[in-house]
């Protein structure tokens, strides 16, 4: 009795009206697992409404899911085989109502996709297919139902087959079985039926058996997330769940993001007849106390010093969205992670994913049920993992006002990961560090980002200030479009790939002077959103957005290095404005429209937004110095 | 180190238990007296390292079962627990019972009650012991499960839920609920009864051949016919039985939508 183990979580998907509902009842009623009288409840209900027995009717126990035949929300309802006890998932198949589809799924370890013989594959099976690879379901079970609505016809399985097939491969997913089946007569539930004797595969409930239990997350590195601290008694309490990896008293836990660390005194526990712990698992909720009263609070991360997580202030993730307003760049949400709460905004959408030909959109926004590629900026370092690595702290959600309005996974981010070293760099080896050496200059280091189009009057502004500031003592260079491109970026032309490149290193230097205590202007029409919101990313406390906002009729006016002329004569290809697109910054910190103002004016501007920043106030200096 | 299903289902609702703690200001646990609710009691002790930082509230319809009113007392005191009863007593005085209706009975006097109690006292989070595997509509229940400003359920959109990120920001004036015992089975209450010697209330054990299953109010609820009169003979029974659990409870049979009328106003 004391190594049962947890009951199997299978989730039963698929498109509307495909039958999930009755694959399930009928599942449940071959092995048992209905209550004595249920069937004919059941068979009374259907009476009273005029209607066939409805096996559905087992899981659709709302009268609005009766009402309309469809489910509307998902269940939960136990059986077990011969082999093992499973908890089975009932998802609805109703585009509108895929928070429930998802609410179901995710906490699943293998899933059944049921499509209809006759329908064959259609919108919701793709997208649960889609989404169940996304949620980190490996193991998927195909079962094409209503058989008997194709007169249990071999060919018309075989074109089924092959069609989801195809897509489940295209997005990494082996199917473990497809199995040929009629949920209302029971064909192929329990076992083979006679009306298929070309089909020599496993029976649904075979198909269950074969799956594999997922597998506890004691072998990952420690993750032990801080739920809360309790001060009931004279003992302080470290309380939480440990979500991967293993602890023993003795182990010194490293707490992210504070870098503070501190060794594990005891391993609380209260109840009858217990034994004092001295070691806990993945999985167990528990309670440490520490050797040392250092300060822990809800949403830190312990870890062990060899494996701690990433810290970043930019992840990118694949998310799926459930809000009834549509996310945007700019829009600013609450992530939660674990037990961390974190108040981030969207830079950048770098795709947004149609599930029914998995082709890339680029988009300005994502609607409710979409699936994207999301970048997201936090005030706060985001403690976390990539969740191929580690899902228990590679997924989180987002919540606007009162709802969870979507969920996603962490990808593996070469900004972040660069980042996080710099990071540990600066705050453990230098000796020197960012906020010494804005101490010495009285001002931080940071990158002022120009962006607008070409004769907008970005270089003279930006070599106006440098002038000025160098005056009163800063610390400041500028790095300009024209110039690094005979050096740094002597390689590189005018395409969009090119551009891209061009900035990127151009972002990578600045925020090496940045950190350095280098107050960076740049110079560069920079047209591409995404390329700028790549460079914001490296380190988003550092890098001010400022748009030179010149008109196009302004700038072609002014047309200083007559490029304009030269460009619309066709003499420069891809020349921003003219023949190639440039994206406006959607909420820049600063916008400076130049038109109908004087140079002077508009350095002005920047000036005084770059002092108000960047400056250290006189109560900053006085605690810095220790005064 | 390695868990079996008890030790699962333990961590996971001492995880709920501590994020509605931690989540929500104003928090009370519903204790009903009967086996699930001892055993969430229990878990709560076990979360908060044998305290229970919350108060524990019993809606008495004064119909119940006189040993259930004698056992909540005994161990309210053996385990000292900050302990609020809640009754409608408008209700009570003009005579409310089930020969006014099972369902009109359910509702003024369990429901009714109880969100007389969450406005006087301004709970912002009640937890309560209910089972997936109770019953139909129960089986689609959120572990966080918000209630309307008239404590109502709307089944129809419930808020997402996944990865144990739970709904805990909700408008003023409404409140959740919170279900730590969702997963659990009623085979797994009882064996987690056996591992940890919780005492539980001595109606559940055979007397004459018959046993209660399930504890309600004495008009509605019936007995079983069963010879089970120790923890370990229930869970022999359990493990073979297909009576349903709240058979017993007659509420429930009222008409095929009769519990979930029930619940969307406020019920458990």
């Given at each position: 009795m004391t190594n049962i183990a947890?009951?199997?979580?299978?989730?039963?998907?698929?498109?509307?009206?495909?039958?999930?509902?009755?694959?399930?009842?009928?599942?449940?009623?071959?092995?048992?697992?209905?209550?004595e009288g249920k069937v004919e409840y059941l068979k009374e209900v259907c009476d009273k409404r005029g209607m066939p027995f409805e096996w559905a009717f087992v899981m659709d126990a709302l009268q609005a899911e009766r009402d309309q035949g469809i489910t509307i929300d998902t269940a939960q309802i136990r059986f077990r085989t011969q082999a093992r006890p499973y908890v089975i998932i009932d998802a609805p198949g109703h585009k509108e109502f895929l928070k429930n589809m998802i609410t179901g799924a995710a906490s699943a370890e293998a899933a059944v996709l049921v499509i209809d013989a006759h329908e064959g594959v259609q919108e919701q099976s793709r997208r649960h297919g889609y989404l169940l690879h996304l949620l980190g379901?490996?193991?998927?079970?195909?079962?094409?139902?209503?058989m008997d609505l194709v007169n249990f016809d071999q060919a018309?399985?075989?074109?089924?087959?092959?069609?989801?097939?195809?897509?489940?491969?295209?997005?990494?997913?082996?199917?473990?079985?497809?199995?040929?089946?009629?949920?209302?007569?029971?064909?192929?539930?329990?076992?083979?039926?006679?009306?298929?004797?070309?089909?020599?595969?496993?029976?649904?409930?075979?198909?269950?058996?074969?799956?594999?239990?997922?597998?506890?997350?004691?072998?990952?590195?420690?993750?032990?997330?801080?739920?809360?601290?309790?001060?009931?008694?004279?003992?302080?309490?470290?309380?939480?769940?440990?979500?991967?990896?293993?602890?023993?008293?003795?182990?010194?836990?490293?707490?992210?993001?504070?870098?503070?660390?501190?060794?594990?005194?005891?391993?609380?526990?209260?109840?009858?007849?217990?034994?004092?712990?001295?070691?806990?698992?993945?999985?167990?909720?528990?309670?440490?106390?520490?050797?040392?009263?250092?300060?822990?609070?809800?949403?830190?991360?312990?870890?062990?010093?060899?494996s701690t997580p990433s810290l970043s202030h930019s992840v990118k993730a694949r998310l799926f969205w459930l809000g009834r307003e549509a996310l945007?760049?700019?829009?600013?949400?609450?992530?939660?992670?674990?037990?961390?709460?974190?108040?981030?905004?969207?830079?950048?959408?770098?795709?947004?994913?149609?599930?029914?030909?998995?082709?890339?959109?680029?988009?300005?926004?994502?609607?409710?049920?979409?699936?994207?590629?999301?970048?997201?900026?936090?005030?706060?370092?985001?403690?976390?993992?990539?969740?191929?690595?580690?899902?228990?702290?590679?997924?989180?959600v987002l919540v606007e006002g009162?709802?969870?309005?979507?969920?996603?996974?962490?990808?593996?981010?070469?900004?972040?990961?660069?980042?996080?070293?710099?990071?540990?760099?600066?705050?453990?080896?230098?000796?020197?560090?960012?906020?010494?050496?804005?101490?010495?200059?009285?001002?931080?280091?940071?990158?002022?980002?120009?962006?607008?189009?070409?004769?907008?009057?970005?270089?003279?502004?930006?070599?106006?200030?440098?002038?000025?500031?160098?005056?009163?003592?800063?610390?400041?260079?500028?790095?300009?479009?024209?110039n690094v491109r005979h050096g740094l970026c002597s390689d590189l032309g005018f395409s969009p790939e090119d551009r891209a490149e061009n900035i990127r290193r151009v972002g990578e230097v600045s925020h090496l002077f940045a950190q350095a205590g280098v107050l960076v202007l740049t110079a560069f029409i920079s047209p591409y959103r995404g390329d700028r919101d790549r460079v914001r990313a490296i380190d988003p406390?550092?890098?001010?957005?400022?748009?030179?906002?010149?008109?196009?009729?302004?700038?072609?006016?002014?047309?200083?290095?007559?490029?304009?002329?030269?460009?619309?004569?066709?003499?420069?290809?891809?020349?921003?404005?003219?023949?190639?697109?440039?994206?406006?910054?959607?909420?820049?910190?600063?916008?400076?429209?130049t038109d109908g103002q004087t140079i002077e004016e508009s350095v002005a501007e920047v000036l005084r937004y770059i002092e108000e920043t960047f400056s250290l106030s006189a109560r900053e200096q006085a605690v810095g110095w220790g005064l | 180190m390695s868990m079996n299903d008890l030790d699962a289902l333990e961590a996971q609702s001492i995880y709920i238990l501590r994020e509605a703690f931690n989540r929500l200001d104003k928090i009370a646990m519903l204790w009903s007296i009967g086996k699930d609710s001892n055993v969430m009691l229990w878990l709560a002790r076990k979360a908060f390292f044998g305290h229970v930082p919350f108060p524990v509230v019993h809606v008495d319809t004064k119909h119940k079962i006189p040993e259930m009113i004698e056992f909540r007392d005994r161990v309210a005191k053996e385990w000292n627990l900050p302990l609020i009863i809640g009754e409608n007593r408008p209700a009570l005085d003009s005579g409310m019972g089930p020969h006014l209706g099972r369902v009109e009975c359910c509702t003024a006097l369990k429901t009714d009650g109880l969100k007389q109690i969450l406005g006087e006292?301004?709970?912002?989070?009640?937890?309560?012991?209910?089972?997936?595997?109770?019953?139909?509509?129960?089986?689609?229940?959120?572990?966080?499960?918000?209630?309307?400003?008239?404590?109502?359920?709307?089944?129809?959109?419930?808020?997402?839920?996944?990865?144990?990120?739970?709904?805990?920001?909700?408008?003023?004036g409404t409140h959740l609920r919170i279900h730590p015992l969702l997963a659990w089975s009623e085979l797994d209450v009882w064996r987690y009864i056996e591992r940890e010697s919780i005492p539980v209330v001595e109606l559940y054990f055979s007397k004459n051949g018959k046993r209660y299953r399930s504890l309600g109010c004495a008009p509605c609820t019936g007995s079983v016919v069963s010879n089970a009169s120790t923890v370990a003979e229930i869970i022999t029974e359990l493990e073979t039985t297909k009576i349903s659990e709240r058979s017993g409870r007659a509420q429930d049979q009222e008409s095929e939508d009769a519990f979930e009328r029930l619940r969307a106003g406020g019920y458990m």
């Open positions: 947890s009951p199997m979580k299978i989730v039963v998907v698929g498109h509307v009206d495909h039958g999930k509902s009755t694959l399930v009842g009928r599942i449940l009623n071959e092995t048992g697992a209905l209550p379901l490996r193991q998927i079970a195909v079962a094409v139902n209503k018309r399985f075989e074109v089924v087959k092959a069609e989801i097939v195809a897509y489940l491969n295209s997005i990494g997913v082996e199917p473990t079985y497809v199995v040929p089946v009629a949920a209302r007569s029971g064909a192929n539930i329990s076992s083979k039926a006679a009306e298929t004797p070309w089909y020599t595969g496993p029976s649904v409930l075979e198909a269950l058996d074969r799956f594999e239990p997922a597998k506890a997350a004691t072998d990952l590195p420690l993750r032990f997330p801080v739920q809360d601290v309790y001060k009931f008694d004279e003992r302080r309490i470290i309380a939480g769940r440990i979500e991967s990896g293993r602890i023993k008293v003795g182990d010194t836990l490293v707490f992210a993001p504070s870098g503070k660390s501190a060794r594990i005194a005891t391993i609380e526990s209260w109840g009858g007849n217990h034994i004092a712990a001295v070691a806990a698992g993945a999985g167990q909720s528990v309670g440490v106390t520490l050797d040392e009263q250092i300060f822990v609070e809800r949403g830190q991360v312990a870890s062990l010093i060899e945007k760049v700019g829009s600013r949400y609450k992530l939660k992670l674990a037990t961390a709460e974190y108040a981030v905004e969207v830079t950048a959408i770098e795709r947004v994913i149609d599930v029914e030909d998995l082709a890339n959109h680029q988009g300005a926004e994502v609607g409710r049920n979409a699936v994207a590629e999301v970048v997201f900026r936090s005030k706060a370092p985001i403690s976390h993992d990539s969740f191929i690595v580690n899902p228990r702290l590679g997924r989180f009162y709802d969870i309005v979507g969920g996603g996974v962490i990808a593996e981010a070469d900004a972040a990961r660069q980042e996080h070293k710099s990071t540990n760099i600066t705050f453990v080896d230098h000796k020197v560090n960012f906020d010494t050496r804005s101490l010495g200059n009285g001002h931080r280091g940071g990158v002022v980002w120009l962006t607008g189009l070409s004769g907008s009057g970005k270089s003279t502004i930006a070599m106006e200030v440098e002038r000025q500031l160098f005056l009163k003592g800063w610390q400041v260079s500028v790095l300009d479009g024209d406390e550092l890098f001010h957005e400022i748009h030179v906002a010149t008109g196009l009729d302004e700038c072609e006016r002014r047309d200083p290095k007559g490029l304009y002329k030269k460009a619309r004569a066709g003499q420069i290809p891809e020349f921003t404005g003219i023949s190639a697109p440039y994206e406006e910054p959607i909420v820049p910190e600063l916008s400076v429209i | 006292h301004g709970y912002t989070g009640v937890i309560a012991g209910i089972r997936r595997d109770e019953e139909g509509t129960r089986a689609k229940e959120r572990v966080f499960s918000p209630r309307t400003e008239a404590a109502g359920w709307d089944f129809k959109d419930q808020p997402p839920e996944f990865w144990d990120q739970f709904k805990t920001d909700f408008p003023p």
